[in-house]
């Protein structure tokens, strides 16, 4: 499963980042690597982004890119 | 000697409080070179001898944004004498990711381990010493909102300055990535050295534009060895880099910090984003901060009553009124003294000139008050989290909401606002479409045509398809700058949302003085120049002093006319107006007043009153011309002070003259399209 399908409130495992380039980059620098927890805060008023917490800040990122990072429960 | 200290952080960690703390309020704003990216330098205020370098905040030194690049090669290349690295003590363990990257540059570094009271206040401990002893490194703690720890942090980066000593090489990687990055720093060059060690690993994470310095001959060998490192990294060295620093960091953090073990306390900021991002609430709120914004700089009735003016329209009254005044009373000196018309001419229009610069000032200031305080406070990365949804679809932030509302009042402070977008592409883009929002000034002008030309339509409905015209130009302009003009940069949404806090007043107040002073100096002396320069043309000919109708200017308007037949309207008194419009497009009013007819005051008045007091103009203009008129002076180059302001924004004429370039054109093509529809339809 993927970060998207985590609902508010719900934790998981990273388990690795699909996509590559730019953004894969810019997802590992933001400290979402494997094996870091990982837990989804709220969805944004108009559906997206969503909010989620990690290492523990908040962080934001939109569904498309939510869907890159595969989690375990 | 003097030493110079690079400040490096990632956004939201105090790095700007702290800027501001050690130099006070002796600072310099710019830009850096071809980036809309700010560059500002002072000095400690302590020792004028210590130069303090503030790097744009990332989050990495890696090469996708326009931050990183900046601040990377600015360690690398300039080399400071040492770096500041501002870690935010409340998120360790994505601050000290950059802390590692500047440690494998090797240069002289300290650590300034901030919000060390928030620290407390959640019941956690760092061990700043201990710390200190793994990384090699001085950490000091520091609470920068309170200057507590400033001395000591000081202290130490200067000995370290001048002492040159470096981090030690951080053991990061694992036994076989480390040697595979190894062999690539002995490809690149003989024995050991700091910039082929960095090269090395640089080259490891895939990155491109160090790739491109590695010497022909050797790029095969490289590309083999790079290629054995992805080997030994199951695939891609570049994540498996990313992976093993947040390893050694987590490595870290359990050595030196101590946590409370009351497990995720919810604190006070957590709540109050629980309303200001409620499902329901959000957008209602977000409506009342931006109508707030708004108001509070431009309402001449604010908060919906009669007549009260805003802060800013009351400042903007004084600084009119004080200025109006001090330029009467210098007139008339000069007149007094029995200086030749000409003379009072010019001296009365380098005083217009400063007061074009004078009049924006209040504004800027106002709004700036406001805009540091959202964005210090948090609230500025919840309108990105908010708007996200609709601006995607144009290729733009969400941020990009807040210029572009402020378009409606007054283009100058809304460009300036564009600062406050994350990326170098959405600055540049947002800054080009936001004079499309028709500002307060283009108001007069669609009502001089609406009473005259459309008295028997519906004339509000006229002057309102003219600013629901202007959104539509803007939307599909970004569209199209996206697709065409910046297609090969991406745009992605990953970004933190800060803790909610209190601004300091101080920093508050720094920021918005460094706007006014920046608009005033860098802008002022495009809008004084060209102030001057209009006025000669529409004063002048060649055998001196005349009226405008045989001026240098009117000469230029039939000159020029005929570019505008396929738009309606080849008359040299449309042309003069466009021209006088780029001083204030209220102007054009005015200038129509005086080439149409009658000459007056009270033309004018009579004109913002809604009523047909020159119907001369109906002698020129059709329906369709009308409208393709009020289209082209909505969409083509803004007046003057906003062109400097965007001057100031990008940093370079080039890209000023791109986006007026992108604006003329576009304002061509869509007053072109509305003739030739307009003449079909009306």
Redesign the interface.
């Known amino acids: 499963m993927t970060l998207r399908d985590l609902k508010p409130g719900q934790q998981g495992k990273v388990a690795a980042i699909k996509t590559t380039g730019a953004m894969k980059r810019r997802i590992m620098d933001m400290g979402v690597t494997p094996g870091v927890e990982i837990k989804v805060i709220k969805v944004a008023p108009l559906g997206d982004p969503i909010e989620v917490n990690v290492r523990g800040y908040e962080l934001s990122l939109r569904k498309d890119e939510a869907v890159q990072v595969q989690v375990e429960m | 000697m003097s030493v110079i200290i690079a400040l490096a952080g990632n956004p939201n960690c105090g790095k700007t409080t702290l800027f501001n703390e050690i130099t006070g309020s002796r600072q310099h704003v710019g830009n850096w070179p071809g980036v809309t990216v700010e560059k500002k330098e002072g000095v400690y205020k302590k020792d004028k001898e210590v130069l303090i370098m503030d790097l744009p905040g990332t989050?990495?030194l890696?090469p996708?944004s326009a931050e990183e690049i900046v601040a990377r090669d600015y360690i690398v290349k300039e080399k400071p004498d040492a770096v500041i690295n501002i870690v935010d003590g409340?998120?360790?363990?994505?601050n000290l990711?950059l802390t590692v990257q500047i440690m494998e540059t090797r240069i002289p570094m300290v650590v300034a381990m901030n919000m060390m009271d928030e620290v407390e206040s959640r019941g956690d401990a760092i061990d700043c010493n201990r710390l200190s002893q793994i990384l090699g490194v001085p950490v000091v703690p520091i609470v920068a909102r309170t200057g507590k720890g400033m001395k000591e942090l000081m202290e130490a980066a200067v000995s370290v300055a001048k002492s040159g000593k470096k981090p030690e090489k951080p053991d990061i990687f694992g036994r076989e990535l480390a040697d595979a990055i190894q062999a690539v720093a002995d490809v690149l060059g003989e024995g050991e050295s700091d910039e082929n060690n960095w090269k090395a690993i640089k080259l490891a994470?895939n990155d491109e534009i160090i790739g491109e310095t590695v010497p022909s001959d050797k790029k095969g060998a490289v590309k083999t060895l790079v290629d054995a490192a992805n080997k030994v990294s199951g695939g891609d060295a570049?994540?498996r880099i990313?992976?093993e620093r947040?390893q050694y960091i987590g490595k870290l953090v359990k050595e030196c910090v101590k946590k409370s073990g009351r497990g995720?306390v919810e604190t006070k900021s957590d709540k109050l984003d629980k309303i200001l991002?409620?499902?329901?609430l959000?957008?209602p709120i977000f409506a009342g901060i931006m109508y707030l914004l708004f108001a509070c700089t431009f309402s001449e009735n604010f908060l919906f009553v009669p007549e009260l003016p805003s802060p800013g329209v009351w400042l903007a009254g004084i600084v009119e009124e004080a200025w109006g005044f001090a330029a009467e009373s210098l007139i008339g000196a000069v007149e007094a003294a029995g200086a030749s018309e000409w003379a009072v001419g010019l001296v009365s229009s380098c005083l217009d000139g400063i007061g074009a610069v004078f009049g924006f000032l209040p504004l800027v200031l106002v709004l700036f008050l406001l805009m540091s305080f959202l964005e210090d406070s948090g609230y500025m990365?919840r309108v990105a989290?908010?708007m996200?949804?609709?601006f995607?679809h144009f290729g733009l932030s969400g941020r990009s909401f807040i210029p572009m509302l402020m378009g409606f009042g007054c283009s100058v402070p809304a460009l300036m606002a564009s600062r406050t977008l994350e990326s170098d592409k959405d600055r540049k883009i947002t800054m080009m479409i936001t004079p499309f929002m028709s500002c307060g000034a283009k108001l007069p002008i669609y009502a001089m045509f609406a009473a005259t030309l459309f008295a028997d339509s519906n004339q509000t409905m006229i002057v309102f398809s003219i600013y629901m015209l202007g959104i539509v130009v803007a939307v599909l302009s970004a569209l199209i700058l996206n697709k065409f003009a910046f297609k090969s940069e991406?745009s992605?949404?990953?970004?933190?949302?800060?803790?909610y806090r209190i601004p300091t007043l101080k920093s508050v107040a720094i920021h918005a003085w460094e706007k006014v002073k920046g608009f005033a100096v860098k802008a002022g002396t495009v809008i004084f120049a060209s102030t001057v320069l209009i006025w000669f043309l529409s004063n002048f000919n060649f055998s001196g002093m005349c009226h405008m109708e045989d001026s240098l200017l009117a000469a230029i308007g039939n000159g020029i006319k005929w570019i505008f037949a396929p738009l309606g309207f080849a008359d040299w008194r449309a042309s003069v107006g466009v021209v006088t419009g780029w001083i204030a497009k209220e102007n054009i009013v005015a200038t129509f007043g005086q080439l149409f007819g009658n000459v007056s005051e009270e033309t004018v008045e009579a004109v913002m009153a809604g009523e047909e007091a020159l119907p001369a103009i109906k002698e020129v203009f059709s329906k369709a011309s009308a409208y393709a008129y009020m289209a082209f002076n909505l969409l083509c180059m803004p007046c003057f002070a906003a062109v400097g302001a965007m001057k100031r924004e990008y940093g370079s004429w080039k890209w000023t003259l791109r986006a007026v370039g992108f604006q003329m054109v576009t304002a061509y093509v869509v007053a072109l399209l509305v003739n030739i529809v307009g003449s079909m339809v009306f």
């Open positions: 989050y990495s890696s996708y409340t998120s360790i363990e994505r990711y994470e570049e994540a990313a992976d947040y995720h991002t409620n499902r329901i959000a957008l990365a989290f908010v996200d949804r609709i995607r991406t992605n949404f990953i970004m933190e949302l800060p803790q």
